[in-house]
């Protein structure tokens, strides 16, 4: 991800919601083409099997150790991994959407000295509810910051190195 979890929360929901598209285009864009890659991996082992003679343990046994279709194999995995990162960035964009509501304001926007500039006057009933929405934004960051650290968890064991076909 380009961005921090901490810097995504501030940005406003416009520039948000365009981070979000941007995300999504870039998932499916990653997605087609490991599954074409997938599929044409698919079709060679087919073709292979097909022109290799012998009988049918003979054919799987020349599509199984041939060092082609392993190192195509490995690619996809490799691709598999970076589409598994992007969904990653995909579902924070979302969680953070989710989290400041329809029309959430981002961090800082409340004050904490008792009054809020945008209303004038209210009344103990209003300087309540500001304080409660305050309260509510406050919970949305601590929640923020728990996503942001199961965000690296998840990097790091997305990260870490898959069993890789030996070299024959």
Same mark, same amino acid.
């Given at each position: 991800m380009t961005m921090s979890v901490e810097q995504l929360w501030s940005l406003p929901e416009t520039a948000l919601v $365009?981070?979000?598209a941007e995300a999504r285009r870039r998932y499916a864009?990653?997605?087609?083409?490991?599954d074409t890659q997938r599929a044409r991996l698919e079709w060679m082992r087919a073709k292979l099997f097909v022109n290799t003679q012998g009988n049918?343990?003979?054919r799987k046994m020349a599509v199984d150790v041939s060092e082609?279709?392993?190192?195509? $194999?490995?690619e996809v995995r490799e691709m598999t991994r970076d589409l598994d990162m992007l969904k990653i960035d995909v579902d924070v964009i979302d969680t953070m959407i989710r989290l400041r509501g329809a029309h959430g304001a981002p961090p800082g926007s409340c004050r904490r000295g008792g009054r809020e500039t945008g209303r004038a006057g209210g009344g103990v009933r209003w300087l309540r509810s500001a304080e409660a929405a305050c309260a509510a934004r406050s919970r949305s960051r601590s929640r923020v910051r728990s996503i942001a650290s199961s965000t690296a968890i998840a990097r790091a064991a997305a990260k870490?190195?898959?069993?890789r076909m030996p070299a024959r």
């Amino acid at each position: 991800m380009t961005m921090s979890v901490e810097q995504l929360w501030s940005l406003p929901e416009t520039a948000l919601v $365009g981070a979000y598209a941007e995300a999504r285009r870039r998932y499916a864009e990653k997605k087609f083409e490991r599954d074409t890659q997938r599929a044409r991996l698919e079709w060679m082992r087919a073709k292979l099997f097909v022109n290799t003679q012998g009988n049918v343990t003979e054919r799987k046994m020349a599509v199984d150790v041939s060092e082609e279709l392993a190192r195509k $194999g490995q690619e996809v995995r490799e691709m598999t991994r970076d589409l598994d990162m992007l969904k990653i960035d995909v579902d924070v964009i979302d969680t953070m959407i989710r989290l400041r509501g329809a029309h959430g304001a981002p961090p800082g926007s409340c004050r904490r000295g008792g009054r809020e500039t945008g209303r004038a006057g209210g009344g103990v009933r209003w300087l309540r509810s500001a304080e409660a929405a305050c309260a509510a934004r406050s919970r949305s960051r601590s929640r923020v910051r728990s996503i942001a650290s199961s965000t690296a968890i998840a990097r790091a064991a997305a990260k870490r190195p898959g069993p890789r076909m030996p070299a024959r």
